[in-house]
T-cell receptor, first 114, second 114 residues
């Protein structure tokens, strides 16, 4: 199993550009989520999904869109990049939507918006 | 929603000493409390977790305690080693909203000095 795969690992965008961060898992996890990590602020939830076709907003959803057309994939779209979106982005998945299982994280995407 | 506070933000100990990191949570219905370790430039990895029906759990040199009445939980690392140096995050799973949604603390930078 590859686990949770994120691409790209690094990205530089200009203000106003759009892009999609990819996340795929091969563990048949129902639950997937996106977090951003900023210094001193921990991991903050952007969007999450409890299964294919179902998504919901987290703590900091503005400026981001998600979709979940398959169990395996959960892409994160930046609609119009802003310097405030400079961050490290982590995708995470877990086995159960209602169970108490820890997350498996992807390796992260370091995004810089200039 | 759930709110998790974590202290201290930085912790420096001598090799062989013990380290304690504390977290408090706000949602009395929260029922799952994992701890993650993140080495520099790497993804967070689950090191130990505890469920609300258990007061303490140990795994070799690490242990977690939970006080539901006070709504706080702690990570204890004994006989610290240089490889324990990392950022540690606590998290709590609240029951408001859907899915296996975790709220993270802001992290503790642990440095184990020789």
């Amino acid at each position: 199993n590859a686990g949770v795969t994120q691409t790209p690992k690094f990205q530089v965008l200009k203000t106003g550009q759009s892009m999609t961060l990819q996340c795929a898992q091969d563990m048949n996890h129902e639950y997937m989520s996106w977090y951003r990590q900023d210094p001193g602020m921990g991991l903050r939830l952007i969007h999450y999904s409890v299964g294919a076709g179902i998504t919901d907003q987290g703590e900091v959803p503005n400026g981001y869109n998600v979709s979940r057309s398959t169990t395996e994939d959960f892409p994160l779209r930046l609609l119009s990049a802003a310097p405030s979106q400079t961050s490290v982005y982590f995708c995470a998945s877990s086995y159960s939507t209602v169970g108490n299982y820890g997350y498996t994280f992807g390796s992260g995407t370091r995004l810089t918006v200039v | 929603g759930e709110n998790v506070e974590q202290h201290p933000s930085t912790l420096s100990v001598q090799e062989g000493d013990s380290a304690v990191i504390k977290c408090t949570y706000s949602d009395s219905a929260s029922n799952y409390f994992p701890w993650y370790k993140q080495e520099l430039g790497k993804r967070p990895q689950l090191i130990i977790d505890i469920r609300s029906n258990v007061g303490e759990k140990k795994d070799q040199r690490i242990a977690v305690t939970l006080n539901k009445t006070a709504k706080h939980f702690s990570l204890h690392i004994t006989e610290t080693q240089p490889e324990d140096s990392a950022v540690y995050f606590c998290a709590a799973r609240g029951l408001t909203g859907g899915g296996n949604k975790l709220t993270f603390g802001t992290g503790t930078q642990l440095k184990v000095e020789l």
